[in-house]
């Protein structure tokens, strides 16, 4: 790597592991999003462990130089849905798994259908951002830093509209009324997550909509013009988009390559896998930029002839050094990127997605062992 090339800070996706009781760490997060200023034993337990997974991928990818998401520990589906479900079905205190059936899912479309929801009293506060926000002061002391940088993952309304449909046991298909509504869901959880103080600042702010392209929904090789569907979706992203100050990146996270008509919509940084590619051209006609998906995620790096039960016993008895992506693969792959679009259009680079599903014996460890060897073939 030339010294010609600017500094690319490391960007991570939110999914992490959680070393904690994840029923009382729901809990917590649920209490706080209800009230931001409550005081518990539960919301403090939430506050330790979700500020104690963030500083640890900060450390690992270096606070300095990288700007880290909110550790997304719950699920992306159930925790943009879980409070539109407990106001309308009105169980405050029931656990997740009771709480988002099929009968309440089905319950919960049906009143949307029928525009009997408001959104008035659903919380917008995101519980994760609100951590940080209480803990910035400490966690920036720790971290050796002034202001801490952070990225929020916000669920797109497409994602939660497909995912209200999966629940309810209905087909899944595009429905402008699920759209318009979940497009107001998000806009206030947007809002509620650009949270600006003296050690706490946010530079990106995804949504993440990765059904789009594999459920008919367009791709690379589709002309999706006249669709009137993803034309009336281009324009629920850009009301959201639209609560993005210019200053923050305002992130779009695909697990498909993105078509042009697509550069329409007002993102302006793509978050893709490993693999999926942009139209150079297209990135300078519409002045948007490619965070450089490095890290792969979907596990250890094994070989074509290992014995895969002797590897797992060796990764859970902590000998697993062999098993992790070589840095050499990891600057594979973002010089590809980086010959593609030019060091001017990927100002980050970072996982392809998150690493929440590495919650096996010594994962955690294995997923910040593969965000510091990111951090050391990063150009600075």
Not at 11 to 37: N, R, T
Not at 226 to 242: P, Q, V
Not at 324 to 348: C, I, N, W
């Amino acid at each position: 790597m030339t010294s010609s090339i600017p500094r690319i800070r490391a960007l991570d996706i939110g999914s992490f592991p959680l070393d904690a009781d994840m029923s009382k760490y729901v809990e917590g997060a649920w209490m706080i999003e209800s009230d931001p200023k409550t005081e518990h034993e539960v919301v403090s337990y939430f506050i330790a462990h979700h500020n104690e997974a963030f500083r640890l991928k900060a450390e690992a990818m270096g606070p300095d130089v990288s700007v880290t998401s909110f550790a997304q520990c719950r699920g992306m589906i159930t925790q943009y849905l879980e409070p539109l479900f407990r106001e309308i079905v009105g169980e405050k205190g029931v656990e997740s798994k009771k709480l988002v059936t099929k009968s309440n899912a089905q319950r919960v479309a049906a009143e949307i259908a029928m525009g009997q929801v408001s959104l008035d009293n659903v919380p917008s506060k995101v519980a994760e951002v609100v951590a940080l926000e209480r803990g910035a002061e400490k966690l920036s002391q720790t971290l050796g830093v002034e202001t801490i940088s952070y990225k929020a993952c916000i669920t797109g309304p497409l994602e939660l509209a497909l995912n209200l449909q999966r629940l309810a046991g209905f087909p899944r298909g595009y429905d402008e009324k699920l759209m318009e509504f979940f497009t107001d869901l998000v806009e206030k959880y947007v809002r509620g997550a650009l949270v600006s103080s003296k050690h706490l600042r946010p530079e990106v702010i995804t949504m993440d909509d990765p059904s789009f392209g594999l459920e008919g929904l367009g791709d690379f090789f589709t002309d999706t013009r006249s669709d009137e569907s993803l034309n009336h979706m281009i324009s629920c992203w850009n009301r959201i988009y639209a609560n993005v100050p210019r200053g923050v990146y305002r992130g779009l996270h695909l697990h498909t390559s993105p078509f042009e008509h697509l550069f329409a919509a007002d993102w302006n940084l793509l978050e893709a896998h490993v693999g999926m590619f942009a139209n150079s051209e297209w990135l300078v006609e519409t002045d948007k930029f490619v965070r450089a998906a490095i890290v792969r995620t979907d596990g250890p790096s094994f070989s074509t002839d290992v014995d895969l039960k002797a590897a797992w016993d060796d990764i859970k008895n902590g000998n697993f050094a062999n098993y992790l992506q070589k840095p050499a693969e990891m600057k594979r792959h973002l010089d590809e990127t980086l010959q593609l679009y030019g060091s001017d259009r990927v100002p980050f680079a970072g996982p392809e997605c998150g690493l929440g599903p590495w919650d096996w014996r010594n994962g955690i460890e294995m997923a910040l062992s593969n965000l510091r060897a990111m951090r050391s073939i990063l150009p600075t």
